[in-house]
């Protein structure tokens, strides 16, 4: 067993999404989308609805990448709820699109994605599309790592990647966290460790201002949650006495702190 110890002395970072080129094979115009909604949930589904704006010409709508439609009988709805029939293409390359007839009604079009990876209690899913879409996450799932940055949910629904592009998501099937007490000029703090490893000797040291615990596991996020009050800032975070890169976000009060134990 390797035991690595883990320093904090005293997120928001930018999310770096990578455009993706448009190369589709199109049948009548390019679809032009009111809204793009991806949904995840913590049994690891994941389904797609397209709003695709009324047209009095055919419009070919690109699906996202591992799209699960029949082969055939592939129907959508409109906006009045009628049935609409589309028309599967497919370039040969992977690259998966649905023909849409003229309509002056806006059209729905929803679908599944294969399920998303589980290894060691981490989902982990890469999606990719060429315009603005949205991700959106059960309840249950209160926190989230975009491209190795965390985000914590609370009491919002889900993200917005601008532009389009290829993000990473990652989320825990079952979250374990664990709460330390910690106490600064009379004052009592709880110090939230996220991780799927166990945490030993957790210290606080008053004096140098520094929080300090063993962890147990490699290849493991760490998420530390406390008081702006507790340690200040700015923030470094040692890795047995090596300093490493990591997040920071700041939620109402509280810093949060994410890295990944190597």
């Known amino acids: 067993m390797n ?47 397209h709003v695709v704006r009324a047209s009095n010409t055919g419009l070919t ?3 996202f990448d591992n799209a699960v439609i029949p082969d055939k009988n592939y129907n959508a709805l409109n906006e009045i709820g009628k049935e609409v029939q589309l028309g599967i293409i497919d370039d040969g390359l992977g690259n998966k699109s649905v023909y849409i007839l003229p309509s002056k009604y806006n059209t729905i079009v929803e679908y599944n994605l294969e399920n998303i990876t589980l290894k060691d209690n981490l989902f982990n899913a ?58 600064w000029e009379e004052n009592k703090f709880d110090v939230e460790i ?36 507790l340690l ?9 006495n090596e300093k490493i890169s990591h997040s920071k976000f700041t939620e109402e009060g509280n810093i949060l702190l994410n890295y990944f134990i190597f």
């Open 3 to 49: 035991n690595k110890f883990t320093s904090i002395i005293i997120i928001f970072s930018l999310i770096l999404v990578i455009p993706i080129a448009n190369a589709q094979l199109t049948l009548g115009g390019e679809a032009s989308q009111e809204s793009i909604e991806v949904k995840m949930n913590i049994k690891g589904e994941v389904s797609v609805k």
């Open 61 to 63: 709508l690109l699906l």
């Open 126 to 183: 890469n999606i990719s599309y060429h315009e603005k879409f949205s991700i959106l996450f059960d309840e249950s799932i209160r926190l989230i790592f975009v491209n190795n940055n965390i985000i914590l949910l609370d009491d919002k629904k889900g993200i917005s990647v601008s532009g389009g592009g290829n993000i990473e998501i990652e989320f825990y099937e079952n979250e374990s966290k664990i709460i330390k007490e910690t106490i």
């Open 194 to 229: 996220i991780t799927d490893s166990k945490i030993q000797s957790f210290n606080f040291n008053q004096a140098e201002k520094n929080i300090n615990f063993q962890i147990n596991e490699e290849n493991k996020f760490v998420t530390v949650i406390m008081s702006e009050e």
């Open 232 to 240: 200040g800032g700015p923030y470094i975070v040692l890795l047995d």
